[in-house]
């Protein structure tokens, strides 16, 4: 018995009889014979009987598919699967199947109907106790006629079935290797194998889809010449249907490979891939000596007043081939940068996700910087930065104002003739102003980045693509990188 080739899931029988509206056996009394003849009911519809008769005509010219590779498994005692392929005529499509019976111990043995399904539904429920020693096959049928018929399978005494013959039975070889690549965001690559390279004007493949939801296949629309061996799929909405694919050499007609499925797991090609980026690290502070920070004018002070932190991409950097691609329109780079319960950075706007008026708890914002410079870097500086929402003061003078600071009165700390309780003023309005800046420039420390590539196609229209992402990066903590513990991990 030929091997059962539909996709067999584990609650077959239940779903199968959940279709029997689709597949009501009929008794072979009850069942007309269907003939080529369209001829009218009576004079009354001769017009329409001409005009039915013109479209046979037509359409008798072309070849109504066979159904191919006809199979009936056992399913119980008196319950048999009847299943079969079908590969559509899309000039001359199928309205029914008939599956068709043949009692040898009949007095006048003769094909009867034993049923029909639906134009689509490719298997059938048989049921009965009577049906040892009998033949089948099935038939695609249309207004104008009915096509050949497929191969017979006859129910053993046991309740096993044999192929009784090879009548359209496929013979050519089918494609092997069917497999899913995909090569941008919203487009997948179809690739197969066929072993006969010669080329050959009557070979042709078809492609066949289906969604689980319905069981059915369908064939596509487009034609596959004999020397094509790869087929485009466009759009996410094909994510979940499953693939399969025939060989078609002069009207005969392959058995068809196994499915594969498009999910989301299909992998990108190699050398296309989407890979995480990961970067090299630089941390640059900046300070002013002309501050007296400790109140000793004998040791010379640092006051930071700034701080850079830099990433830039250095490995697995967007491939060449992504953005050559025919099928790219945009790609970069995305950081999404966070704090944990830190002053939010009140230039970069609004944070969603903030619990508190002034922290900000977890939340987000991104930047993107392109795959061309792929650096990116966070700069707190209290001569470029506001100190208030409207931005109207820097941070410098905001200190400046808080602690009575002023450049001028930096000499006197060096004048013996400064008045001592000036001098201790001065230097603790310098003091201040310190703390003040450095406590500033360190809520850098309390920042956290992440890193991704970011690849949009065209397949819609420029700057209409589907857009894909690579995973990002473990968070960065700006205060991990060398050079920054002068800064942040200061006691």
């Known amino acids: 018995m030929r091997k059962f080739t539909i996709w067999k899931l584990a609650t077959t029988l239940a779903f199968l009889v959940s279709m029997n509206a689709c597949s009501n056996s009929s008794s072979p009394d009850d069942s007309d014979d269907y003939t080529d003849s369209t001829s009218s009911k009576n004079s009354d519809d001769g017009k329409n009987s001409n005009s039915s008769s013109n479209t046979c ?17 056992k399913e119980s005692d008196s319950l048999w699967l009847l299943s079969w392929d079908y590969t559509r005529n899309e000039s001359r499509a199928e309205t029914n199947f008939e599956i068709e019976s043949l009692n040898m111990d009949d007095k006048s043995p003769k094909w009867e109907s034993e049923g029909t399904t639906n134009a689509d539904v490719t298997i059938y429920m048989l049921k009965g106790a009577k049906k040892a020693g009998k033949y089948y096959r099935v038939v695609a049928i249309d207004k104008c006629g009915r096509s050949k018929e497929s191969n017979r399978q006859q129910i053993k005494a046991d309740g096993n079935a044999t192929e009784d013959s090879t009548t359209t039975t496929v013979t050519s070889d089918m494609p092997t290797d069917l497999a899913l690549t995909r090569i941008a965001p919203s487009i997948w690559e179809l690739s197969w194998k066929y072993s006969n390279l010669s080329d050959d004007p009557n070979r042709s493949f078809v492609i066949q889809t289906s969604k689980l939801k319905d069981f059915k296949w369908k064939s596509i629309k487009s034609k596959i010449e004999g020397n094509v061996r790869n087929y485009y799929i466009q759009g996410r909405d094909q994510i979940e249907t499953y693939y399969r694919i025939a060989v078609v050499n002069s009207g005969d007609t392959s058995a068809f490979t196994e499915a594969v499925q498009l999910t ?16 090299s690290t630089k941390f640059t502070l900046y300070y002013n000596t002309g501050i007296e920070a400790d109140k000793d004018t004998s040791s010379e002070d640092k006051v930071y007043t700034g701080a850079v932190a830099t990433y830039t991409i250095t490995e697995n950097l967007i491939s060449k081939y992504i953005v050559e691609s025919e099928y790219t329109d945009t790609v ?22 903030m619990k508190k008026s002034n922290k900000c708890d977890s939340c987000y914002w991104t930047e993107t910087f392109p795959y061309q410079e792929p650096s990116i870097s966070k700069r707190f500086s209290v001569y470029d930065d506001y100190a208030d929402a409207e931005k109207k003061t820097k941070v410098f003078n905001d200190c400046a104002s808080k602690y009575k600071y002023t450049a001028e009165n930096h000499a006197k700390l060096y004048d013996p003739d400064t008045d001592p309780a000036e001098w201790k003023a001065i230097a603790a309005n310098e003091a201040n102003m310190a703390l003040c800046l450095e406590s500033y420039v360190r809520g850098i420390c309390g920042y956290y980045v992440q890193i991704r590539a970011v690849w949009k196609d065209n397949a819609n229209g420029k700057g209409k693509g589907e857009t894909d992402w690579s995973e990002w990066t473990q968070p960065f903590n700006l205060s991990d990188i060398s050079g920054a513990d002068d800064l942040c991990n200061t006691k």
């Open 57 to 73: 005509d037509v359409l008798k010219k072309l070849e109504l598919g066979a159904p191919t590779n006809f199979t009936v498994t």
């Open 264 to 279: 989301p797991d299909v992998a990108y090609r190699d050398y296309m891939a989407l890979n995480t980026p990961t970067p």
């Open 332 to 353: 970069y780079y995305e950081a999404r940068w966070f704090t944990s319960l830190e002053n939010y950075n009140y230039y970069k706007g609004n944070c969603e996700g």
